[in-house]
């Protein structure tokens, strides 16, 4: 490419990117829904623009934030009774109307006190009882967690600019927002398992580790399982760890369908009371089956590619090993939902990094990554524009529609008269 082609092509490029940014400000008037998907795209358009790239991805990063906050409370909560939101609002309220006292702030159990903090806090910022303000609260704080997962692992991997772009659009791309939500212990809990696992100081991998288990003590198993399976690993432990699943999936239909009483008052075993009870609804379990096969397709794509191509630094085997367990525990209601999830949707977009653009000096091979993952984010990004729970409308041609639905207000939830 000569020089004069070299121009155009820069020129062609702030073009688009000012097109961007037009959409941008025209969306976030009109339809913040929509906006999510140009937002992620322009990510990947201001890697090739190293003049701007700083100022663009902190400008981006501001406008996600609060996009896809707005987006989350699009969905209406208070209609299912898995929805654990209902359950985080009450503790809310309970702080609001009666200040700090013992019963709320160890609703959840002893050592999980860091949500209720939360909660409290908020109800000193919020001051009343509006649900989807407290929604939004905690999409701002685990998004922004999100992202500091991000400069973790970009520090972590001495990642350049460009690269850390590419890594957080990719994170963003299989984030799920709503599922941070709805398991919000779970979410947090995760968020500082992973920034653990990609710290090397000493003071900051315990204090990691002391929040991510008071947010939730499952912490304490999936600290080593999540270090486990974002640590590069060989043949041979896809064997080992086949076998351990296989294990584990025995001794718990065996021992824990036999002593499911005694078990559940034991802390940690306590956080599967969910599971056994939904052990005999055929439709928890088809659900259950359903969910973890949806994660199991984002998987497969990257997988796959890991498998054929020789150069790949994939995690191929990480891989495996996830599907290993996702497909042995499938049928479990709630187990891999409520335990995995959360932390799944954080570094699968980790996942499919290292495996299309880690190491990437080939222009061509770099860009037709570039072409299949943004198809990708289209594909993902159309299954979150229609739902029946939404509370208003993807577009509406009054600007700024979408702020007076934070207004709402809402007494306490009995969650047994959910659906």
């Keep these: 490419?000569?020089?004069?082609?070299?121009?155009?092509?820069?020129?062609?490029?702030?073009?688009?990117?000012?097109?961007?940014?037009?959409?941008?400000?025209?969306?976030?008037?009109?339809?913040?829904?929509?906006?999510?998907?140009?937002?992620?795209?322009?990510?990947?358009?201001?890697?090739?623009?190293?003049?701007?790239?700083?100022?663009?991805?902190?400008?981006?990063?501001?406008?996600?934030?609060?996009?896809?906050?707005?987006?989350?409370?699009?969905?209406?909560?208070?209609?299912?009774?898995?929805?654990?939101?209902?359950?985080?609002?009450?503790?809310?309220?309970?702080?609001?109307?009666?200040?700090?006292?013992?019963?709320?702030?160890?609703?959840?159990?002893?050592?999980?006190?860091m949500l209720p903090l939360l909660n409290y806090i908020a109800s000193l910022i919020i001051g009343q009882p509006e649900p989807y303000k407290l929604k939004f609260l905690?999409?701002?704080?685990?998004?922004?967690?999100?992202?500091?997962?991000?400069?973790?692992?970009?520090?972590?991997?001495?990642?350049?600019?460009?690269?850390?772009?590419?890594?957080?659009?990719?994170?963003?791309?299989?984030?799920k927002p709503l599922v941070g939500i709805q398991l919000s212990r779970q979410m947090f809990s995760s968020i500082f398992i992973i920034a653990f696992i990609f710290t090397n100081n000493k003071f900051e991998r315990v204090i990691f580790a002391l929040i991510a288990f008071c947010f939730h003590s499952s912490a304490i198993v999936l600290l080593p399982i999540t270090q486990y399976l974002l640590t590069k690993r060989k043949r041979k432990d896809l064997y080992y760890s086949l076998i351990t699943v296989l294990l584990a999936y025995a001794a718990f239909i065996v021992v824990f369908t036999s002593f499911k009483n005694e078990l559940i008052n034991i802390p940690i075993l306590n956080k599967l009371d969910y599971t056994f009870r939904m052990f005999n609804e055929p439709e928890k379990i088809k659900q259950s089956v359903f969910t973890s096969f949806l994660l199991l397709i984002y998987l497969i794509p990257a997988l796959i590619f890991s498998i054929l191509n020789k150069k790949s630094d994939g995690f191929k085997y990480n891989i495996a090993i996830i599907c290993v367990f996702l497909i042995s525990f499938c049928i479990v209601p709630g187990f891999n939902n409520r335990l995995f999830f959360a932390e799944l949707y954080v570094f699968l977009g980790f996942f499919y990094y290292m495996v299309f653009f880690y190491n990437r000096v080939n222009a061509r091979e770099h860009v037709s990554r570039l072409i299949i993952f943004i198809l990708f984010t289209i594909l993902f990004f159309q299954s979150q524009f229609s739902s029946e729970n939404r509370r208003f409308d993807n577009f509406e041609l009054e600007p700024f529609y979408y702020l007076k639905y934070l207004e709402y207000r809402e007494t306490e939830i009995n969650r047994g008269l959910l659906e």
């Design 138 to 175: 905690y999409s701002i704080l685990q998004s922004t967690g999100v992202l500091y997962c991000c400069v973790k692992i970009s520090r972590h991997y001495k990642l350049d600019l460009s690269n850390s772009i590419l890594l957080t659009a990719a994170v963003l791309v299989f984030y």
């Design 1 to 113: 490419m000569n020089v004069r082609d070299n121009d155009n092509a820069i020129k062609l490029l702030e073009f688009v990117l000012i097109f961007s940014f037009f959409l941008i400000a025209l969306f976030f008037l009109y339809s913040p829904s929509y906006l999510i998907y140009i937002v992620v795209s322009a990510f990947v358009l201001i890697k090739f623009n190293n003049n701007y790239s700083f100022g663009l991805f902190i400008l981006l990063i501001i406008v996600w934030l609060v996009v896809n906050s707005t987006n989350v409370i699009s969905y209406q909560n208070f209609v299912l009774a898995s929805d654990d939101f209902s359950s985080y609002y009450n503790n809310y309220l309970g702080f609001l109307h009666y200040g700090i006292n013992e019963e709320n702030l160890f609703e959840f159990g002893y050592s999980e006190i």
